[in-house]
């Protein structure tokens, strides 16, 4: 499927998505906001991707924010129609049966924060600069930030940072939580790439099932986490990956996971 504001690519297993604007610095519009859904839907039923990076084209930004000329047109009714989408998209970046890793180069304010926080794992190069800044423009998250912020860092940090606005660097989102690892630049692509390469290695189904019940812990009692944790573990025993791991693990052999 071509694309207007999209790159993708595939490569052993690996589907990249690249938010191809770099004169608006990847911001999101209407537009990009329905090709990425339609991207993120396209490589889950692809047999022949196991795991996708997000990111930004350049180096400037993974993406710079909301287009703030749509944003200027908003009322009411449409600024609440706006947001659903973009939350509709994070909805499904961060519920997709296969992992997805934000490979945050550059600015990623607003909804770039927004979306880096809907992916499962984020790696910030280190001239990443992340915030929520929508306070300064008289708005709030949209997306999401409210949200998974506040679940991700804490609430009183997530308070902090979308109050005042302020954007700050990837050190600092490291040291709060906010991003997993922080790598040089240069070594953006490549650590995202090999960090893809072993969850790749794993049995996809296990990774499904795993992604399934960390979300729904999150907005459950630990009690009933554990139950929802305990069904999909039954699940997994049920597929013939677990018998392929088993069997290899006692035989000490590599597995060949089918993903069934």
């Given at each position: 499927m071509g694309y207007k504001n999209l790159l993708t690519q595939k490569?052993?297993?690996v589907g990249w998505i690249i938010i191809n604007r770099p004169d608006k610095?990847?911001?999101?519009n209407s537009k990009t906001i329905k090709e990425l859904y339609e991207a993120f839907l396209s490589l889950q039923e692809s047999p022949d991707v196991r795991v996708i990076i997000l990111t930004g084209s350049g180096e400037k930004a993974f993406?710079?924010?909301?287009d703030i000329s749509e944003l200027a047109q908003l009322e009411f009714s449409t600024g609440k129609d706006y947001v659903l989408e973009g939350?509709?998209?994070?909805?499904?970046?961060?519920?997709?049966?296969?992992p997805v890793i934000a490979a945050i180069n550059g600015f990623a304010l607003g909804g770039g924060t927004e979306m880096a926080l809907a992916c499962h794992v984020r790696i910030a190069s280190d001239n990443a600069k992340m915030g929520q800044?929508?306070?300064?423009?008289?708005?709030?998250p949209g997306f999401g930030g409210t949200q998974r912020l506040a679940r991700l860092v804490g609430k009183g940090i997530a308070m902090e940072l979308i109050l005042t606005g302020r954007?700050?660097?990837?050190?600092e989102a490291f040291r709060i939580g906010l991003v997993n690892r922080v790598v040089p630049q240069s070594e953006l692509r490549p650590?995202?790439?090999?960090?893809?390469?072993?969850?790749?290695?794993?049995?996809?189904?296990?990774?499904?099932?795993?992604i399934k019940a960390i979300n729904i812990g999150l907005d459950k009692s630990l009690g009933?986490?554990?139950?929802?944790?305990?069904?999909l573990f039954g699940k997994c025993c049920e597929t013939e990956d677990s018998k392929e791991g088993t069997k290899a693990f006692l035989e000490k052999k590599k597995a060949h996971f089918q993903g069934n």
């Open positions: 490569q052993d297993g610095l990847n911001a999101l993406i710079a924010g909301a939350q509709e998209l994070s909805k499904l970046i961060e519920n997709l049966r296969k800044p929508e306070v300064k423009l008289g708005l709030i954007i700050i660097d990837a050190q650590c995202c790439d090999a960090l893809a390469k072993e969850m790749i290695a794993n049995a996809p189904l296990a990774l499904e099932y795993a009933e986490g554990l139950l929802n944790e305990a069904e």
